[in-house]
């Protein structure tokens, strides 16, 4: 089962690195990550979809909680959240018409004569079918920010 | 008046002294020579020089497993780096606290492959509790404060400090400042238990009919072996030890059952596997004790106090689980059940299987009454002689093999802090130097290192140490002219295919290699030399005696379990087992 964890970190050299180390050290899968400063400049808050059934998740999310310059944990998928993503697609320009463009709610941002640059927000699994629309109109690249996700009550994840 | 300005290795150094630290374990090399003046300029602090790094990890976690204060390392960068790295494992492993610092090369250099560079902090940071990497000088005293603190609360471990040369400089001076206490934000170890699980444990454990109590390392480290005396006298209960708890409570009490797991006894293994009700306290259900997790202990319910939130249902599901200390969470139990009205009657049934259990097939503690069939000696009877001349009050380390596993069945440890030993990453190498931080610690104390010829040689190099310092170990050396516990897998589960696992006559003769390092060397081969010889090694008060002892090399360790079934499947000797 996909979960969604998100955590305050200290911002600072190293912490990163300790995150990313504890999922090859203890075998567990990163499937996305996100990382970057908050509105408080001492902290950095990282989204990461892992894969695992219950136990795991609560191992994983424990065994980051241990890790000093971890604040805060929160497993998203223990109440209601939010889940996004961003994705940029870069295509010929007379590969995809405006109607097309807007029918997959896509935004353009940036177009020259060639190229047509296209971005799309929303869940992942939206995202994924779009990308198999886009998919026959042989798009040149695809980047996908992998998800971030923030809980829908009013429980926050603060110090 | 201003204050005295320093250097950052003088604010190293006075930091380390406002810690308390004594003695620190090392070897210098560049990238450390500027806090090697500063030792030199103080007498607070005293270094040891080792003569591997590997031997100064080992002694300082030694130091810190005794004493239960922290132990401290100084390497210098690069190899005095890596060869730090198996000693951080060790003490991982095994929960214990130490703080190594490490030399870096300049912080210009840092990331230019320069001469001596490695990644300390990258090399390291899976095998370590935290890490630190200098950024300023002025930063040093706040970071040491830091490390002590982490090393020595919650669960305990290793801290690597890494300092870059330029931040020693002694041209570099700041006003030295020592913080009184420190405050993590994202740090708050556990301490008492929640009162709600204490009371769901206190309703289990009044039901009881089978129970049993499984403590291991962290009782010893959170000084809670009073407390779990305490409550097994106040419950009856029978108590079994993991080869890290071995002292945590006495091993001479009748409620002992010995040591669980691998090699634990048969009365403790079916005690575990029969119970209805497991006490584990400080301790991780490791796969050497719980064999295949999913049949294990199927009747009991769980009771699980750890200080590690992680370690709680982790490998088995915990049906009361406890977070804190176990100092502060036994004395709450405690507490609690002194207001109920226990009877302890209900339990005789159980007290009497266990007890069968053990005149059944239980470790023959006597073995030094008769010669062996084959005459020679048996290891077993060399931890018997070891024990009736030390009187069962010696510090015993040992390495890692047979001889570890027959110290830790046939020493009874009394008082925690008495076995030392590398439970958790199982370090060939760790009984000689972590003796020398005992015996540093304990300098009018006998400490005997139990080891064999084969982990003997993975640090024989500090026999230099000892004497240098003085240090009068004692170094049993059971010696069965082959890696003994590969060899008993290789009889055992490969056909007798002994693949790499003895020396071709290779072997050294030890006494006279103690002696060319300037210590007592003797030689027993002779089962009626064996407790002459280990009374006179042990009487030797002011010297290192390197005793080595031949033994009969086809003895194996038993009971042993049958890897993937239950804690009963066990083999009792060559040709007995209990299915």
């Known amino acids: ?159 | 008046m201003s204050k005295k300005q320093t250097s950052g290795a003088d604010a190293l150094i006075q930091s380390l002294h406002k810690e308390g630290v004594e003695l620190v374990f090392g070897y210098p090399g560049g990238a450390a020579l500027h806090i090697y003046d500063a030792i030199f300029n103080q007498s607070d602090v005293d270094h040891i020089l080792v003569r591997h790094e590997q031997g100064a990890v080992h002694a300082a976690d030694g130091y810190a497993r005794s004493t239960g204060k922290p132990g401290v390392a100084l390497v210098t960068s690069g190899p005095g780096a890596t060869n730090a790295i198996t000693g951080l494992a060790t003490a991982y492993m095994d929960s214990t606290p130490i703080v190594v610092i490490s030399g870096q090369v300049k912080s210009e250099l840092i990331g230019t492959d320069s001469f001596q560079e490695t990644d300390m902090i990258g090399v390291s940071r899976p095998i370590v509790k935290h890490s630190f990497l200098v950024q300023k000088a002025e930063d040093i005293p706040e970071i040491v404060k830091k490390a002590f603190y982490i090393a020595t609360t919650g669960r305990p471990g290793p801290v690597v400090i890494d300092v870059p040369k330029d931040f020693t400089d002694p041209n570099h001076t700041f006003e030295f400042n020592y913080p009184d206490e420190i405050n993590l934000r994202s740090y708050k170890p556990a301490k008492a238990g929640d009162p709600k699980q204490i009371k769901q444990a206190v309703e289990l454990i009044v039901k009881a009919k089978k129970p049993v109590i499984y403590s291991g390392g962290g009782v010893i480290q959170s000084d809670a072996s009073s407390e779990l005396t305490k409550l097994a006298k106040l419950l009856q209960f029978p108590v079994t030890n993991t080869l890290m708890g071995l002292g945590a409570f006495p091993g001479t009490d009748p409620q002992f059952l010995g040591m669980l797991g691998m090699h634990g006894t048969y009365e403790a293994n079916m005690a575990m596997h029969n119970a209805d009700l497991i006490i584990a306290v400080g301790a991780r259900f490791d796969d050497r004790i719980t064999n295949d997790p999913k049949q294990f202990a199927l009747e009991a319910k769980k009771i699980h106090i750890d200080v590690d939130p992680a370690s709680l249902s982790k490998i088995i599901h915990a049906d009361v689980p406890v977070v804190g200390s176990a100092k502060d969470c036994l004395s709450a139990l405690i507490a609690e059940l002194n207001k109920e009205k226990l009877d302890t009657s209900k339990l005789q049934p159980w007290l009497k299987q266990v007890s069968d259990w053990r005149n059944e097939h239980g470790l023959n503690h006597s073995m030094l009454e008769k010669v062996s069939e084959n005459g020679k000696i048996l290891p077993q009877q060399v931890i018997q002689s070891l024990y009736k001349e030390t009187k069962g009050e010696a510090f015993i380390t040992s390495d890692v093999g047979q001889h570890q596993m027959f110290a830790a069945q046939y020493y009874f440890f009394d008082k925690p802090r008495q076995w030392i030993n590398s439970g958790g990453l199982g370090t060939m190498g760790f009984g000689l130097p972590s003796a020398m931080g005992v015996q540093f610690a304990f300098p009018e104390d006998t400490v005997a290192c139990v080891t064999g010829e084969g982990s003997i040689q993975m640090c024989i190099q500090e026999l230099s140490t000892c004497l240098q310092y003085g240090l009068p170990i004692k170094i049993i050396n059971i010696n069965n002219a082959a890696l003994g516990m590969v060899r008993q897998w290789q009889d055992m589960q490969y056909g007798g295919r002994h693949s790499s696992s003895t020396y071709e006559d290779s072997l050294p003769d030890f006494a006279a290699l103690a002696e060319s390092y300037g210590h007592v060397g003797m030689k027993v081969t002779k089962f009626e030399e064996l407790e002459s010889a280990m009374k006179e090694c042990i009487s030797l008060k002011d010297k290192l005696v390197f005793l080595d002892i031949d033994v009969d090399p086809n003895e194996h360790v038993y009971p042993m379990l049958e890897a993937g079934n239950a804690m009963d499947y066990m083999h009792l000797s060559k040709d007995k087992k209990t299915w």
């Open chain 1, 1 to 159: 089962m996909k979960r969604v964890i998100a955590l305050l970190m200290e911002n600072q050299p190293g912490a990163l690195s300790r995150v990313v180390g504890l999922f090859s050290q203890r075998g567990y899968n990163i499937e996305t990550l996100i990382v970057a400063p908050t509105s408080d400049p001492t902290l950095s808050r990282l989204t990461m979809t892992t894969e695992g059934d219950e136990r795991v998740v609560q191992q994983i999310t424990k065994q980051l909680d241990k890790l000093i310059d971890v604040v805060t944990v929160s497993d998203l998928g223990e109440s209601d959240f939010v889940e996004r993503e961003l994705m940029l697609v870069k295509m010929n320009k007379n590969s995809i018409t405006n109607d097309e463009i807007e029918n997959i709610e896509g935004k353009v941002v940036f177009e020259d004569s060639e190229i047509i640059n296209l971005q799309f927000v929303g869940e992942p699994d939206k995202l994924d079918k779009i990308v198999k629309d886009l998919d026959k109109k042989e798009p040149l690249e695809i980047v996908r920010s992998g998800s971030s996700g923030i809980s829908s009550n009013s429980k926050t994840l603060t110090i």
